[in-house]
C-alpha cells in the first residue's frame, strides 16, 4: 500500500463522509470546508496530479461524476465550481488528483 492519503481513504483505512462512489469513484466532504457545498471527488486509482493524467476517458468521467454530485448536492441550478489544483503553485497539497466541487455560496473572480 503507498502512502497516499485519499489512496488510503479510497480503500477504507481512513475514515471520510462519503456522498457518492461507483467502482471507480468516490465523492467525500473535505475536511476544511470552504463553502456550504465542498466535496472532493476522485478516481479510486492513483494518479498523482492532473499533470501525470493520461486516461481522457477516466478524468471525463470523473468531471461528470462531480457534475452528478452538484445535482444531487442541490447546487447544480445555482452554480457551482469544479477546480483541480495542480502542483504547489496552486496550491495541491495531497498528490492524488481530486476536483474539488464548491458551492452554495456566491464564488468571485478570479480565484485567490
Ligand atoms: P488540494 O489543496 O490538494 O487541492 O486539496 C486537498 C484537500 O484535501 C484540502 O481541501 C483539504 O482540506 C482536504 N483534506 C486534507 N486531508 C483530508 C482528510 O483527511 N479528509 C478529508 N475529507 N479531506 C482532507
Ligand atoms: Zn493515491
Known amino acids: ?15 471520510a463522509t462519503k ?15 470552504q463553502a456550504p457545498t465542498h466535496v472532493l471527488a476522485i478516481p479510486r486509482d492513483h494518479v498523482a496530479s492532473l499533470n501525470e493524467a493520461s486516461d481522457a ?3 471525463g468521467s470523473l468531471v461528470l461524476f ?5 445535482k444531487e448536492e442541490g447546487v447544480a441550478d445555482g452554480g457551482y465550481r469544479l ?3 495542480t502542483n504547489a ?16 455560496r456566491p464564488m468571485r473572480w478570479p480565484p485567490g
Open 1 to 15: 500500500m503507498n502512502d497516499c492519503l485519499f489512496c488510503k481513504i479510497a480503500a477504507g483505512e481512513i475514515p
Open 19 to 33: 456522498v457518492r462512489e461507483t467502482d471507480r469513484f468516490l465523492a467525500f466532504r473535505d475536511i476544511d470546508p
Open 57 to 59: 476517458e477516466l478524468i
Open 66 to 70: 462531480a457534475r452528478d454530485v452538484a
Open 83 to 85: 477546480v483541480i489544483n
Open 89 to 104: 503553485g496552486a496550491g495541491q497539497t495531497v498528490f492524488h488528483v481530486h476536483a474539488h466541487l464548491l458551492g452554495g
